[in-house]
């Protein structure tokens, strides 16, 4: 079964996609086809955005999904003619909060992504840059940092210390352990002072190897053998050194940035 | 007024926080303290966020609000116990999408955020090694990427492709306007065979000189002359060469990517 699925909203459309997307895949067997309708900003736009929907309708035989985050009244307003499954990511909980609280929303659009916070938006562009100035060990010195990501090369380092910048504005620096420092079997005096803001990521050799592969394909670096070596060197100098290691084999940036953040009990910066 | 807001989840939390964020900036004044609590996965666990809330009621005299995420029907009864304003953003959907689609849903832990879609990861970790490797002209050759971003010296061209390739899986390559392309006059020979994956970034040349300023503080680089020259020159450019150009100045990342995305007509990778 396809369906077609419209994220519908005044602001970027995040809010509603990401929600849209967890609710739907609580469904087996469903496929569907996404189309991202953000910034509807006037009722011109959001006539135009029921016409697709119409044709939608008509090509496909049955009537689209729509998951909303429109608060603009006049534009829900013509949203609601439209012949559809209306999911209204808010409605459901602005009813009880009125309840709870004693005071009135004020829907303001697009509030949600938007500039409106700027410490939090400064703190985020920082952090960005500070990975990227800390990547692969390029700063060498952590005194700023608020994590140091530690593993063998290409074992997640960079992604998750950019999620964390992005996403959370965490200072998030990496370093990778060579060959070199896995020999020397004990943790690179560059890391010592900083431990308590280590967090080791491990990978599955296997994979890793692929990964290696695709990047310098026959190389030692690459082969089964030196990725079995690196990874069950690493795992072993990490853990006898109290730093908390998780795997990147089958877990999401957002799952491992999210569970950096629960065990260094790091807050989100500028919230 | 400030309330202390409990996202709870059994997978990383990323959609409650999302969703309770959007819905509470609806209500001005509120005044809000966020704990996260992701990967609540036993009943044991579950019972010390019941405890916590239970503190947390204590301490501020009123009663906690919880943006809650669980699907575990177990960690989800323990939950339940809690004296809290629950907020369950599944809950309100799957109902109506019963009824819609025929099918029972199935609720999977942490799907939304999972590894579960091992094409779209790959997609977006290969996307950030695009945008890493291809960050601030040092590709040189686009015939890869979705979109090139073009645009002087710090107007928010990196974090904007970092975040278009972790949220979005596209590749995005950005290009310096540096101030010999723009006494030249026009585009650079590198880009105009790209003409139609082109988007110029602008911003406002006081905020520029700010952003200048702290990066390298009293040069001609940093100069409001300078950055005024800079700044009106390369809209004037781009705008000439009909690229789409927006403005970084009030629009945060998750904007200007959505906007790029929306614009470009680019999909997301993978998904």
Redesign the interface.
């Known amino acids: 079964?396809r369906?077609t699925i419209f994220y519908v909203s005044d602001?970027?459309?995040?809010?509603a996609e990401?929600?849209g997307?967890?609710?739907?895949?609580?469904?087996?067997?469903?496929e569907f086809t996404?189309i991202?309708l953000?910034?509807i900003e006037t009722p011109e736009q959001a006539m135009h955005a029921v016409e697709r929907m119409r044709a939608e309708a008509e090509t496909r035989g049955v009537r689209p999904?729509v998951v909303s985050?429109v608060?603009n009244p006049a534009i829900r307003e013509v949203l609601n003619e439209a012949d559809v499954?209306m999911?209204d990511?808010?409605r459901?909980?602005?009813e009880?909060?009125v309840e709870?609280?004693g005071?009135e929303?004020?829907?303001?659009i697009?509030?949600?992504?938007?500039?409106?916070d700027a410490a939090r938006?400064d703190a985020?562009?920082d952090a960005?840059?500070y990975a990227?100035s800390h990547?692969d060990g390029m700063g060498r010195s952590y005194d700023e940092a608020d994590v140091v990501l530690v593993g063998v090369s290409r074992s997640?380092k960079?992604?998750t210390c950019?999620?964390l910048a992005?996403q959370y504005g965490v200072r998030a620096a990496n370093d990778p352990l060579v060959p070199e420092d896995l020999e020397a079997g004990r943790l690179p005096e560059r890391l010592v002072g900083h431990k308590g803001r280590l967090f080791g990521l491990t990978i599955d050799p296997a994979r890793l190897s692929e990964v290696r592969e695709t990047r310098l394909p026959g190389t030692r670096y690459a082969s089964a053998e030196q990725c079995r070596w690196e990874v069950s060197t690493s795992e072993r100098l990490l853990q006898a050194q109290g730093v908390p290691v998780v795997s990147t084999t089958?877990?999401?940036?957002?799952?491992i940035?999210?569970?950096i953040?629960?065990r260094l009990d790091l807050r989100?910066k500028g919230?």
């Not at 697009?110 to 409106?116: E, L, M």
């Open positions: 079964m369906r602001g970027t459309g995040i809010t990401t929600l997307h967890a609710v739907l895949t609580q469904f087996p067997g469903l996404s991202r953000p910034f999904i985050s608060v499954l999911l990511i808010f459901p909980f602005v009880p909060l709870e609280l005071i929303p004020s829907p303001t697009g509030r949600a992504h938007g500039f409106g938006y985020r562009i960005t840059n990227l990547d997640g960079t992604p950019l999620y992005l089958r877990s999401s940036v957002e799952e940035a999210s569970m953040l629960n989100e919230a």
